[in-house]
C-alpha cells in the first residue's frame, strides 16, 4: 500500500504561479532529432521522466553519445546515417507510444532486425497503425497478434516514398510518417487529420525540406530526403497537459488564482484551453512569444463560480485528446448535461480513458451516459462527495492518477480517496505531487 495516496481533505484557495515540467512531446522529439543531427544539441528543461529517459536510452543502444550535466542535455549526434545498427538490437519504450511509434520511422533503413518491446500498458496498444504506413516505404513488421508489442523491424536499404492518407488524427503516426520520409529519396506526401504538428514545426524550423498545406480539417504535407540537420539548442516549454490539470484543480477550488509560467501553446494543442472557455472557466493568455516555431504564453486561471455545461464540437478533439479525463470533471460540476463525441481515440491511449473517465465520474455520483465513442455527462452544481473510493487496475495511466487526485481535492464532502500507483507519474510528470503539496501549503 505504500504505493498509494490517500486524500480526505480538501485543498485550501490559493494564489500563486508555478512552473510545471518541461513538454514531453518536445521533449521526445528534440532527443530523436538530436540524434540525427551533425553535431553536439543541448536541452535545458528537459522533461526527465520515464518515457523521455527511455528515449535517451534507445539513441545510446544505437550508438549516440548523451551526457546529462546540471540540468542541461547534451547530445552528440553523428548525422542523419549515424546509427550504429548492431545485431540483436531490442529498444524498451516503456509506456511510451511517442517513442516507440516515432522511432519506428528512424529506423526503417536497418540492416538488421530490431526488436521494439513495451510495458503492459503499451503491448495492448495498437501499433498496426504505424506498421501499415511505413510498410509502404519496403519495411517489414512481425507483430503480436498482427496488431500489438513486442514488434520486430525488419528495414530496407531499398527505400521508396509513399502517400498516405492519415485519417485518425494521430500526430505519432504522421510524425512516424515524416521521419520515413526523410530517410528515403524522393518525395513523401501526406494527408493528414489535424493533429499536434511538433513534428513539422521543428522540421520547418531547421529549415529541413519540407511543406505545409493547412487546410480546414486536414493538412497537405510534402518531405523529402534529409542530407544534414544542424545542432538543435532547445529551452523546452512548460507542457500544456500537465498545466491542465492546474487549470482545473483552480477552476474548481474557490477564491483561488493561478498562474503557470512559460508554457507551449501550440494552435493544436490548445483546445482544453478553447473548451474550459466555453464552460465559463475565466482564463487566460500573458506574454505570449514565438520560440523555435512554437508559440508559448503564461497561462493564467481563477476560480470559476457559474460553470456552463457544453456540447463539445468535434473539431476541438485533437487539441484535447490528452486532457479530457480532467475536463469531465469540470462538466460534473456544470449546470446541465455535457456532450463529448467522437473520442474513440482515448481507448487508444495507455488505458480504455472514455471508460475510465466514466467510472471516475460515477465514483462520485455523477451520472454518465457511454457508448464506445461518446460520453454525456450529468452535472450537478451541487455536488458532494460522502464515501470512501479505491482507484486500482488502471494500468498505470498517469493521466488516470492526476484525474483522480484532483477529483479528490476538490470535491465538497467528507470523502478519502485510496488512489493506487503513485508510481505511474513517473511516466510524465514525476513533480506533480510536489506541486500539489506547495499549492496546499500556505507558507509557500
Request: with cysteine.
Amino acid at each position: 500500500m505504500s504505493k498509494s495516496i490517500f486524500v480526505s481533505k480538501r485543498i485550501k484557495n490559493f494564489d500563486k504561479k508555478i512552473f510545471v515540467s518541461g513538454d514531453k512531446s518536445i521533449s521526445i522529439r528534440w532527443v530523436l532529432f538530436a540524434s540525427i543531427a551533425n553535431g553536439i544539441s543541448r536541452a535545458q528543461n528537459l522533461l526527465m521522466s520515464e518515457d523521455v529517459i527511455a528515449a535517451i536510452k534507445a539513441i545510446k543502444k544505437l550508438g549516440i553519445k548523451v551526457h546529462l550535466k546540471n540540468k542541461i542535455c547534451k547530445i552528440y549526434g553523428k548525422n542523419i546515417n549515424g546509427f550504429k545498427y548492431k545485431k540483436n538490437i531490442t529498444i524498451n519504450a516503456q509506456n511510451s507510444g511517442t517513442l516507440g511509434r516515432l522511432i519506428l520511422g528512424l529506423l526503417i533503413n536497418t540492416p538488421f532486425p530490431i526488436k521494439i518491446i513495451g510495458d503492459n500498458s503499451l503491448s495492448k496498444r495498437d501499433f498496426k497503425r504505424i506498421a501499415d504506413p511505413l510498410s509502404k516505404f519496403g519495411t517489414k513488421f512481425k507483430l503480436r497478434n498482427n496488431k500489438t508489442l513486442p514488434l520486430t523491424l525488419y528495414g530496407s536499404s531499398k527505400l521508396r516514398p509513399i502517400k498516405y492518407i492519415e485519417n485518425k488524427g494521430s500526430a505519432q503516426c504522421k510524425s512516424a510518417i515524416l521521419l520515413g520520409g526523410m530517410r528515403t529519396n524522393g518525395t513523401t506526401f501526406i494527408k493528414a487529420k489535424k493533429s499536434r504538428s511538433h513534428t513539422e514545426l521543428l522540421c520547418k524550423y531547421l529549415k529541413l525540406p519540407i511543406k505545409i498545406e493547412n487546410k480546414k480539417n486536414y493538412d497537405l504535407i510534402k518531405i523529402s530526403k534529409v542530407k544534414k540537420i544542424k545542432p538543435i539548442n532547445y529551452n523546452i516549454p512548460s507542457d500544456i497537459s500537465s498545466g491542465a490539470f492546474f487549470m482545473v484543480l483552480t477552476a474548481l477550488t474557490k477564491k483561488s488564482k493561478l498562474t503557470i509560467k512559460n508554457v507551449n501553446i501550440n494552435p493544436v494543442r490548445i483546445g482544453v484551453i478553447t473548451i474550459l472557455k466555453k464552460m465559463g472557466v475565466r482564463i487566460k493568455f500573458k506574454n505570449i512569444k514565438t520560440y523555435k516555431g512554437e508559440k508559448k504564453a503564461d497561462i493564467k486561471i481563477q476560480s470559476s463560480n457559474n460553470l456552463k455545461s457544453i456540447n463539445c464540437p468535434a473539431k476541438l478533439n485533437a487539441g484535447a485528446i490528452d486532457e479530457f479525463l480532467v475536463i469531465f470533471l469540470v462538466a460534473a460540476k456544470a449546470k446541465g448535461i455535457s456532450y463529448f463525441k467522437n473520442l474513440g481515440e482515448l481507448n487508444q491511449k495507455e488505458s480504455p480513458r472514455l471508460k475510465w473517465g466514466a467510472k471516475i465520474l460515477k465514483e462520485i455520483g455523477i451520472k454518465t451516459i457511454v457508448t464506445k465513442n461518446s460520453i454525456r455527462i450529468f452535472g450537478n452544481p451541487n455536488l458532494m462527495v460522502n464515501k470512501k473510493i479505491t482507484i486500482k487496475n488502471y494500468l498505470k495511466d498517469h493521466r488516470v492518477f492526476m484525474t483522480c487526485v484532483i477529483a479528490a481535492l476538490v470535491f465538497d464532502g467528507k470523502s478519502t480517496w485510496c488512489i493506487h500507483d503513485k508510481d505511474s507519474i513517473k511516466s510524465s510528470f514525476p513533480n506533480f505531487l510536489k506541486i500539489i503539496k506547495d499549492l496546499n501549503n500556505e507558507n509557500s
